[in-house]
């Protein structure tokens, strides 16, 4: 069965500076790859997916992640953060049974922006 | 084009009690599936449906059952309710079930 392991539970930044949530998965085949992220009180939005192909995926709000099969990592990176960044992030790991596509997510890793 | 919607936003239950939630997917997306969130953790497959058959349930007891309906819309149902349950529970859709799934704002539910 797969995992999902986001090693940190708090992240404190800076506004303006560099940001990186780690993720570690564990999964036997090719792994579809996905972070999320929560406000308050609000669903999930995604913020970007690997299936396939490029290693280095581009998602929406200047965030990027970089999946990396031999350390089974797929970290989540940000240049510089806004204040508005701060929220709970989820990394997932979807794994094919049957015939349905099912993600399994991590505990979260909450992102704290001082200003 | 509207997301996924669900309703409603927030339930108050007491234990023994059922409860419905009502889930409407994205337009022209034909699976629907069910999560649980507790607080401080991620969110916790409950069940897929895609053109209204289940295509997968995660490990939760025969209290949580579920359907899809021709237009595409599930409800998520849950009998003999626990303290437990108190959770929020996210919907999200998809075109397929195989594919990305875009949530829904959740249900918040709470059982005293």
């Known amino acids: 069965a797969q995992s999902v392991t986001q090693p940190d539970i708090h992240i404190t930044v800076s506004e303006g500076a560099s940001l990186e949530l780690r993720c570690n998965y564990s999964y036997g085949a090719t792994p579809y790859l996905f972070w999320y992220v929560q406000s308050p009180g609000q669903g999930l939005q995604l913020l970007l997916k690997y299936f396939s192909g490029d290693t280095l995926v581009q998602g929406i709000k200047g965030f990027e992640a970089e999946f990396k099969r031999s350390q089974s990592s797929f970290n989540l990176r940000k240049p510089s953060v806004h204040w508005s960044d701060a929220a709970e992030y989820f990394c997932a790991v979807g794994a094919r049974t049957g015939g349905s596509y099912i993600p399994t997510f991590g505990r979260g890793t909450s992102l704290i922006v001082h200003p | 084009d509207a997301g996924v919607t669900q309703s409603p936003t927030h339930l108050i239950k007491t234990r023994g009690q059922h409860v419905t939630l009502r889930c409407s997917p994205i337009?022209?997306?034909?699976?629907v599936s069910w999560y649980q969130q507790v607080l401080g953790q991620g969110p916790q497959f409950i069940f897929q449906y895609y053109e209204k058959e289940e295509r997968g349930r995660g490990n939760f007891p025969d209290r949580f059952s579920a359907r899809q309906f021709p237009n595409y819309s599930s409800e998520l149902n849950v009998n003999a309710l626990l303290l437990g349950d108190s959770a929020l529970y996210l919907c999200?859709?998809?075109?397929?079930?195989?594919?990305?799934?875009?949530f829904g704002p959740g249900t918040r539910l709470t059982v005293l």
């Open positions: 337009s022209g997306h034909k699976s």
């Open positions: 999200a859709s998809s075109l397929t079930g195989l594919d990305t799934q875009y």
